[in-house]
């Protein structure tokens, strides 16, 4: 890297200072230190201040090429006559004219990139939105398959606790049936016992009574 010195609003014209050899890296050619700076990518710099200057070689993209020449002593402060400075005039235009250029160029190639992605976007979203709505409508007929199946089996659900409902009563009622069946049986088995008790009784007696009878006889 080298540093520059001189510009107008020192009254001076620019020129290289100190140059980093081991940084400067050179395609042709070679800077001195001393040598008057004329040209920044074929633009003339002659008398603009250095930050003028610093501006159109920060907007340069790639290596930089200057234009100088050697010059025995220091150069003496110029002096502008009112052409010189409609020149100094004309030329920071010059320079203002192309920072501003390329700053628009480089303000409206985003804006074209960002137009650019955002058209993407937008055709990436309708592709998707595409796609989808195939499994949306396969979505929407699953819900509404689901919700059939839902209510037909509430519907069966229903239909067969009912059928639970009249077979437990038809249960109870069998159930109840028995249980008067079941003591009626009791009863009689008890009914039929105690007569028959009373009969083996009776013939008890009877054969005793016979037994007596043909003992006196």
Sequence with gaps: MCKLRGGAENGEFAYIGQV???????????????????????????GLPLYD????????????????????KRPSPPVFC?????????????????????K?????QAEKNNKQQADTLRTDLGKEL??????????????????????EFSAE??????????????????HTSHCKISQRCETDVIMVIQQADTLQHEIHNL??????QNAFE
Aim: some cysteine.
């Design 104 to 108: 628009f160029t480089t303000e409206l």
């Design 130 to 151: 595409e796609q989808k709505k195939p499994l949306q409508t396969t979505y929407e007929e699953l819900q509404e398959a689901q919700k059939l199946n839902q209510e």
């Design 20 to 46: 980093e050899e081991d940084v400067v890296v050179y395609q042709s050619g070679k800077l001195n230190e001393g040598e008057l700076l004329l040209e920044v990518e074929n633009l003339s710099i002659s």
């Design 82 to 102: 009112g052409e010189d400075l409609l020149q100094v005039d004309h030329e920071e235009l010059q320079v203002a004219d192309i920072i501003n250029k390329k």
């Design 207 to 212: 054969r005793i009574t016979i037994l007596q």
């Design 53 to 72: 200057i610093h501006t159109v070689i920060k907007n340069c993209k790639g290596p930089v090429r200057l234009k100088t020449v050697r010059q025995e």
């Design 157 to 174: 659900l229903d239909t067969e606790k009912e059928k639970n409902k009249i077979l437990k009563q038809d249960l109870d009622k069998i």
